[in-house]
């Protein structure tokens, strides 16, 4: 699976976004796809994830009511619609796509990641 964020960049305090992310390759058997963020300084932390199947939707509380996060299977693009931006928005993103299956071990997931997009959020 490949992952190609897009839709980064610099915005005022207040202001809105928009990122994409493009998968390709062996999608089929994603499991789930989710936007994760890593500030300078700190651990990469998840923002929001949308499963495949009944399309269940989880947040960072950070983010709730802020941003949105949506998918268009028939393009194998997810969407981060950001509104009302704060300067602690600031990190950069990434896409992530999960393939869960099982092994010898038990339930496995196997992590994918895209190269990430910064966004800048100004005061």
């Known amino acids: 699976v490949q992952l190609v964020e897009s839709g980064g960049g610099l915005v005022q305090a207040g202001g809105s976004l928009r990122l994409s992310c493009a998968a390709s390759?062996?999608?089929?058997?994603?499991?789930?796809m989710g936007w994760y963020r890593q500030a300078p300084g700190k651990q990469r932390e998840l923002v929001a994830r949308?499963?495949?199947?009944?399309?269940?939707?989880e947040y960072a509380d950070s983010v709730k009511g802020r941003f949105t996060i949506s998918r268009d299977n028939a393009k194998n693009t997810m969407y981060l619609q950001m509104n009302s931006l704060k300067p602690e928005d600031t990190a950069v993103y990434y896409c992530n796509a999960e393939k869960a299956w099982v092994g010898v071990a038990g339930h496995m997931i196997d992590n994918y990641w895209g190269q990430g997009t910064q966004v800048t959020v100004s005061s």
């Open positions: 949308i499963t495949s199947g009944e399309g269940s939707i």
């Open positions: 390759g062996n999608t089929f058997t994603i499991s789930a």
